[in-house]
């Protein structure tokens, strides 16, 4: 799940109308597959848009790659009515994301159960705009998905000319929530360099997860990546 472009877009976002779009791609060394993700982010007068589609490449014949096997889509838009006043830092949002995918075994597919999320957003950045953090929280309802806590928190930051080197950024996001029982933890800091130009990106993540995606526990997966800014 990616939700960085968002502090990074609100460098501009905040101060103007802004509309972005990214590609990236990586190599995911836990799970030996590719990942890619299209995002995008777009401000206007009444808040902005967020959005991302993951594609995982891992399904096999013959021992060779032909197709996606899961991929997860999420859009949240949050509005902000109150942009020149006191409370411009908040927003209200709604959000859907969900998806599906396929056993590594490839014997069967299961369900991302799709989930509805309503809640606040609060927005704290620098004087420059070069540091940012988004703190989120949501009431998220799944679809045929019990919850005993009905909530997600997320926080998103972002770094930008990291350690004061133009081009190095430094982001990522955090959410926590629950399903059934259980808790749920997916962190994603990413470190991206940018080289002299706009679009050109190379750099990479560490997922850090605790009861994610049918794995009990706690695992650390390091992906290397590319990111291509439209």
């Not at 877009?9 to 060394?29: I, P, S, V």
């Not at 959005?51 to 509005?79: H, K, L, M, Q």
């Not at 953090?133 to 998103?156: E, G, Y």
């Not at 808790?183 to 997860?209: C, D, K, M, R």
Request: aromatic share 20%; net charge negative.
């Amino acid at each position: 799940m990616k939700k960085i472009l968002l502090s990074a877009a609100l460098l501009l976002g905040a101060l103007t109308a802004f509309g972005q779009t990214n590609f990236q791609t990586f190599y995911d060394f836990g799970r030996k597959h590719f990942t890619t993700t299209l995002e995008g982010f777009h401000t206007d007068n009444w808040g902005n848009t967020f959005f991302f589609i993951d594609y995982d490449y891992n399904y096999r014949e013959g021992g060779t790659v032909v197709s996606p096997n899961n991929t997860y889509f999420e859009i949240a838009r949050c509005f902000n009515f109150w942009q020149n006043s006191a409370l411009a830092p908040l927003s209200l949002q709604l959000e859907y994301n969900g998806g599906f995918g396929t056993a590594s075994d490839m014997l069967f597919t299961f369900p991302v159960n799709s989930a509805f999320l309503v809640g606040a957003d609060w927005f704290i950045h620098s004087g420059d705009f070069k540091n940012t953090l988004n703190l989120k929280l949501l009431f998220k309802q799944f679809v045929h998905l019990a919850s005993q806590v009905p909530f997600q928190f997320t926080t998103v930051w972002g770094c930008q000319d990291l350690f004061g080197a133009p081009g190095l950024r430094f982001s990522g996001f955090l959410d926590v929530w629950c399903e059934g029982s259980h808790a749920v933890v997916l962190s994603e800091p990413q470190l991206w360099y940018n080289f002299g130009t706009e679009h050109f990106n190379l750099g990479g993540e560490v997922e850090f997860s605790y009861n994610f995606a049918g794995m009990s526990g706690f695992h650390v997966l390091p992906c290397l990546g590319m990111k291509w800014v439209f």
